[in-house]
């Protein structure tokens, strides 16, 4: 397969019935326990714990600027919104799974509010890039919200029409951003150990930021 076809199928979004089989099961084990927060990946969490699921680029440089938060109670990375089931890595890079790299964050929104952590979100990264995050290019990359309840929802909401038109004050397209519901989005698969808090585990790891500069903070 060229380069050029590869970029090619890695820009265009996947029809599910061209999207790669997948497995019954895992191909791979998933760390229990949060390298840095030392909270479980996948829960059980206290009672109260929000969950939402973000895609801002690469799932690394995410991730760590969540774990970071005060409230967040752990953060884990995967893959989300694609059709594949139980996908692995090398698969997700060829475009044909329809997945994004995604990042779980549970936090306690009596600390975190929703609207705090989504206007984090948007911050940290270009919303209006489409299938990309500079020079990061693909499917795998486009930004995402899914959410697990309609307050969630209606924060996503509400805090892209905060940002839209200060991001295009400042220059930049139209918001390009995935919204829809973890249910819509569909299963969040795990990714591998190796990926979970990579930048904890590799502090010296690639993944740059690709901020606008532009506030989402609420007006004055």
């Known amino acids: 397969m060229s380069w050029l076809f590869t970029s090619a199928l890695r820009s265009t979004m996947v029809a599910p019935e061209r999207a790669l089989p997948g497995r019954d099961h895992p191909a791979f084990s998933v760390p229990t326990t949060h390298t840095v927060l030392g909270t479980p990946l996948a829960g059980p969490w206290p009672d109260g714990t929000a969950v939402l699921y973000v ?40 475009g044909q799974t329809g997945h994004t790299e995604a990042v779980l964050v549970a936090y306690d929104p009596k600390v975190l509010s929703h609207a705090d952590l989504l206007r984090h979100f948007w911050e940290q990264h270009d919303p209006t890039q489409g299938f990309r995050q500079g020079n990061d290019a693909g499917t795998q990359y486009r930004s995402a919200i899914y959410t697990t309840t309609d307050e969630q929802a209606a924060v996503a909401a509400a805090t892209r029409e905060e940002f839209a038109p200060r991001l295009a004050a400042a220059g930049f397209g139209d918001i390009t951003t995935e ?8 299963p969040f698969y795990y990714a591998e150990g190796y990926h979970q808090q990579y930048l904890d585990k590799n502090p010296n790891g690639y993944c740059p930021v690709h901020a606008t500069g532009v506030s989402c903070a609420p007006a004055s």
């Open 55 to 94: 895609a801002m680029g690469c799932f690394w440089g995410a991730e760590r600027s969540l774990w970071q938060l005060p409230g967040v109670v752990t953060t884990a990375v995967g893959y989300q919104g694609g059709f594949t089931p139980n996908p692995t890595y090398e698969e997700v890079c060829t």
């Open 179 to 186: 919204i829809r519901t973890a249910e819509e989005a569909g």
